[in-house]
């Protein structure tokens, strides 16, 4: 279980850290004093087309400590000094679907900085517990969130109805329709409780969360000012599938390599790809250029847990199959591994079988996507997957899920005439969303509306070398410091980045900085200075 919350904690997305916002960034110039009513009776609402509103309350909340609850897998967080505010909820139901979709408003009492902030889900789960809520209103926004009427990060019993067919309408929530519904509701509410609306209105969510981000970039161009849409997981319906891929390539090769062994190959991977980028930094600079062949370790032995063990050809085939991606029966690529540097021991995981031998172990957010919503049959073990199987499942998800999840689509002119701006980072050492799949949807868009520089004008994708998802636990790449501050000056200050502020505590604690490139750009040391300093480095086109 210990595990299981280290990995899952690195899926979540870090957001009240991404809610800080440092002085740099100005406050909005109609930032006046307001006047502040804490009242369902004040809050005139409108509902959003097709719904209807069911219910509408107001709390004051005085200033003190935020009890996060648990909400399985992870424990619950406390959140100290959170000022007085009001806290806003809403249900919004569409007649006649039997859906009710929560929409929570905080707003501070006294200090807001004039604007509103709704932040995304992660997993299953389509909003906030209470931590990002807590971190904006402690640095002045009104915020906001949605549970979109599911449930929470591992809980997909909302996905089929009584007859065993897809819940459509909890689905269509999740997918997409109660995001644009709570700013519609959040939006209406900011108003009603400051007597004005807010001078700028962004959007702040990484993994499921830059998903939404996006789905709101392409559909509802004009609900944020900006975006700030992290490992966004865009391609839901071919990354979902795709991140099994190590279980059924295990099953396949009847080879389980333990965390050990997958461990030394990331670790030798990094070792003889490290120096690419002319730095000795223990992070590859751009992955897309090693060629690290894991069979370069057959027959090392290594102590795991105690034991002896040998890295063999197997496990070197297993490893291989991993980076290079799920491929079709007839050997056509499907879709993108993790990149060569991520940790694989979330999606190749194994554990003991009943009889001692070793059997896969998937990680559960993929694991339920396919055996509930594609396979239809919650007991189904991904992890019993051949070959055959996995390319029929994979095709089944695009299908049927494209239109519905995918979150995919290019066509981002919409935003760009709106004004408003997308922004991005994703981490090239993330094992749970493949970040070639960012990459190749940054590439479609320039197909789509006329080259990079015209795309850069409104949407802007920065890589993260060494960087998980999320920026999560054990994170070894320098992260996005202030992301959100880069975005804000981007919107209100019409000062595009160039590039992204990044920081790490190295193992003695030193902190190490970078700035990350503008894609496509890729960071190169300058051949002197040092190693700890993003000055040392400058970004270059790449080199394949």
Same mark, same amino acid.
């Given at each position: ?175 997409s329709r109660s995001e ?46 900006g975006i700030l849409a ?44 490290? @120096?690419?980028? %002319?730095? !000795? #930094?223990?992070? &590859?600079?751009?992955?897309? $250029?090693? =060629? /690290?062949?894991? +069979? ?127 922004? @991005?980072?994703? %981490?090239? !050492? #993330?094992?749970? &969303?493949?970040?070639?799949? $960012?990459? =190749? /949807?940054?590439? +479609? ?20 070398p060494g960087v998980n ?76």
């Amino acid at each position: 279980m210990r595990r299981l919350l280290t990995v899952f904690a690195a899926a979540v997305p870090l957001v009240t850290a991404a809610v800080y916002l440092p002085s740099a960034a100005a406050e909005p110039e109609n930032s006046a004093s307001t006047t502040f009513r804490c009242a369902s009776t004040t809050i005139p609402l409108k509902a959003p087309a097709g719904t209807k509103i069911e219910s509408l309350t107001a709390v004051s909340r005085p200033t003190g400590t935020v009890e996060v609850p648990p909400v399985s897998p992870l424990p619950g967080d406390t959140i100290q000094d959170v000022p007085a505010h009001c806290e806003v909820t809403a249900t919004v139901g569409h007649p006649g679907a039997g859906d009710h979709a929560k929409v929570q408003v905080w707003l501070p009492e006294s200090g807001w900085n004039g604007r509103f902030q709704a932040v995304g889900g992660s997993a299953f789960a389509a909003g906030d517990y209470g931590s990002a809520l807590a971190g904006a209103v402690k640095n002045g926004y009104a915020v906001a969130t949605t549970d979109a009427g599911v449930s929470s990060y591992l809980d997909v019993s909302w996905a089929l109805n009584s007859d065993g067919r897809i819940n459509k309408a909890s689905l269509e929530n999740f997918a997409s329709r109660s995001e644009h519904e709570a700013a519609v509701v959040a939006k209406q509410v900011v108003n009603g409780v400051y007597g004005r609306p807010a001078s700028y209105a962004y959007f702040n969510g990484c993994s499921t969360g830059g998903r939404q981000g996006y789905v709101e970039a392409q559909n509802h161009p004009g609900d944020y000012d900006g975006i700030l849409a992290d490992a966004p997981g865009i391609n839901w319906d071919e990354f979902e599938v795709a991140t099994v891929w190590p279980q059924v390539v295990m099953n396949e090769e009847h080879t389980y390599p333990t965390k050990c062994e997958l461990a030394l190959a990331t670790r030798s991977a990094v070792k003889a790809c490290d @120096t690419l980028d %002319g730095a !000795a #930094d223990g992070v &590859i600079g751009d992955p897309a $250029t090693c =060629d /690290y062949d894991p +069979r370069r370790l057959i027959g090392t032995t290594l102590e795991c847990d105690g034991e002896q063990i040998t890295f063999t050809a197997a496990d070197a085939t297993v490893v291989r199959k991993i980076w290079d991606g799920p491929r079709a029966t007839s050997n056509k690529k499907l879709w993108y591994g993790p990149a060569v540097g991520a940790d694989l021991t979330a999606l190749a995981d194994s554990k003991s079988g009943h009889d001692g031998t070793s059997v896969g172990a998937p990680f559960p957010v993929p694991a339920e996507w396919v055996s509930t919503f594609v396979k239809k049959q919650p007991a189904y073990d991904v992890s019993t997957a051949g070959y055959s199987e996995f390319q029929k499942l994979f095709r089944q998800s695009q299908a049927e899920f494209d239109d519905v999840i995918g979150s995919d689509d290019p066509d981002l002119s919409g935003l760009r005439k709106s004004g408003g701006k997308l922004l @991005t980072w994703h %981490g090239q !050492a #993330d094992q749970l &969303i493949p970040t070639q799949g $960012t990459m =190749d /949807y940054r590439e +479609r868009v320039e197909k789509e509306l006329g080259g990079a520089q015209r795309v850069d004008d409104f949407y802007r994708l920065f890589l993260a070398p060494g960087v998980n998802h999320c920026a999560g636990p054990g994170n070894t790449g320098p992260a996005p410091t202030d992301a959100l501050g880069a975005l804000i000056k981007w919107v209100e200050q019409g000062k595009a980045p160039q590039t992204l502020s990044a920081s790490v505590k190295d193992p003695s604690g030193k902190t190490v900085t970078r700035d990350l490139c503008l894609y496509p750009r890729v960071p190169q040391y300058r051949g002197n200075g040092d190693l700890a300093d993003a000055s040392s480095f400058r970004c270059v086109r790449p080199h394949h």
